[in-house]
Nanobody, 126 residues
């Protein structure tokens, strides 16, 4: 089964940037898309963006366009999430998930994803 390990979180001041990484192992032909989600304290998990590594197709939550960029390095089996102009409201645990669906044929509901990493904490505070 596919395994996902997130890294790159930390404490950042407002206005700063972060690059999160999702290392994917045991990647099989059944895995079509890797997505980034987040869960803020007291809130439900919400989708940020996803990407299908085979063709680079990306899907973003409308509210995340502009400050978030998802990308992939297929040679390293790693999916990245760059976050710019961080705001305190971005404080959350960020997770990556794997899906059997192509990004072009899905949306960012967590139910499309079947396997998750352990998450990486992002805290935005001065």
């Amino acid at each position: 089964q596919v395994q996902l390990v997130e890294s790159g979180g930390g404490l950042v001041q407002p206005g700063g940037s972060l690059n999160l990484s999702c290392q994917v192992s045991r990647f099989t032909v059944d895995e079509k898309t890797i997505g980034w989600f987040r869960r803020a304290p007291g809130k439900a998990r919400e989708g940020v963006a996803c990407i299908s590594p085979h063709d680079g197709y990306t899907l973003y939550d409308d509210s995340k366009k502009g400050r978030f960029t998802i990308s992939t390095d297929n040679a390293k089996n790693t999916v990245y999430l760059q976050i710019r102009s961080l705001e305190p409201e971005d404080t959350a645990v960020y997770y990556c998930g794997a899906s059997h669906y192509y990004a072009a044929h899905m949306d960012l509901r967590p139910g499309f994803f079947h396997t998750w990493g352990q998450g990486t904490q992002v805290t935005v505070s001065s």
